[in-house]
């Protein structure tokens, strides 16, 4: 089954304790993402990566990091979390091109992390 | 400015009635996506229908439809006969660059809708 898999589902930390959410998709997709969702502001993008090795800042992309070693792998890394971090964490990829055919290509998500840092 | 506008932050809509779900958009591309996501409680992303800027007809998927009116920057979504499992948040979406940006998605606040049964 083609699908986003983040894990986990849910994440309760301190501040301070790094954390990483893995996200792994099997579609081959080149582009994947990350984003987080907060009431009243939608869904914001943290970060994004177009192949291997090709990483780009989001909107807020202030408090992480993220890899891209291989295809299927795009964890987000929080290295010093706060409470402010405290959210709903979506993963998603989709095919890349660079063609206006790509505009229909709809983002595939997994299934979000819910993440609370006291 | 924002570039996605979903006014209503909550809808009531009775079963079996149609609902119409508002969302408008800004940019000064020619070449853009509009997307609409469902979110249930159960918090996962779920993809509805896909309206792109030159498409010259409204993007249809079974009950949901896409009201688009592109001078005023509208991409409204249609739910008809509404069901209880259409209870959800839902999100519209825009892409645009997709040569800087790749696939990205900037969503709205999103409408949660509630169906009376």
């Known amino acids: 089954e083609a699908q986003v898999t983040q894990n986990p589902r849910y994440l309760i930390t301190v501040t301070g304790k790094k954390l990483t959410v893995t996200c792994s998709q099997n579609?081959?997709?080149?582009?994947m993402s990350w984003y987080r969702q907060d009431p009243g502001l939608g869904l914001r993008q943290i970060y994004y990566s177009m192949n291997v090795e090709v990483t780009d800042k989001g909107d807020v992309p202030e408090g992480y990091k993220v890899s891209r070693k291989e295809k299927r792998n795009f964890p987000l890394i929080l290295e010093s979390p706060s409470p402010n971090q405290t959210s709903l964490y979506f993963c998603?990829?989709?095919?890349?091109?660079?063609?206006?055919?790509?505009?229909?290509?709809?983002?595939?998500f997994g299934n979000g992390t819910r993440l609370t840092v006291t | 400015a924002q570039k996605i506008t979903q006014t209503q932050p909550g809808m009531f809509v009775q079963e079996k009635e149609a609902v119409t779900l508002d969302c408008t958009y800004d940019t000064s591309d020619q070449s853009y996506g509009l997307f609409w996501y469902k979110q249930p409680s159960s918090g996962e992303m779920i993809f509805l229908i896909y309206?792109?800027?030159?498409?010259?007809q409204n993007a249809t998927e079974g009950r949901y439809s896409l009201n688009f009116q592109k001078a005023r920057k509208s991409a409204n979504l249609v739910i008809s006969a509404s069901q209880l499992g259409d209870s959800a948040m839902y999100f519209c979406?825009?892409?645009?660059?997709?040569?800087?940006?790749?696939?990205?998605?900037?969503f709205g606040a999103g409408t949660i809708l509630r169906v009376k049964s």
């Open positions: 309206q792109g800027s030159y498409d010259e």
């Open positions: 579609m081959n997709h080149e582009y």
């Open positions: 979406a825009m892409r645009e660059g997709l040569d800087e940006y790749g696939n990205k998605l900037v």
């Open positions: 998603a990829s989709s095919l890349l091109g660079r063609l206006t055919s790509s505009y229909n290509s709809p983002l595939h």
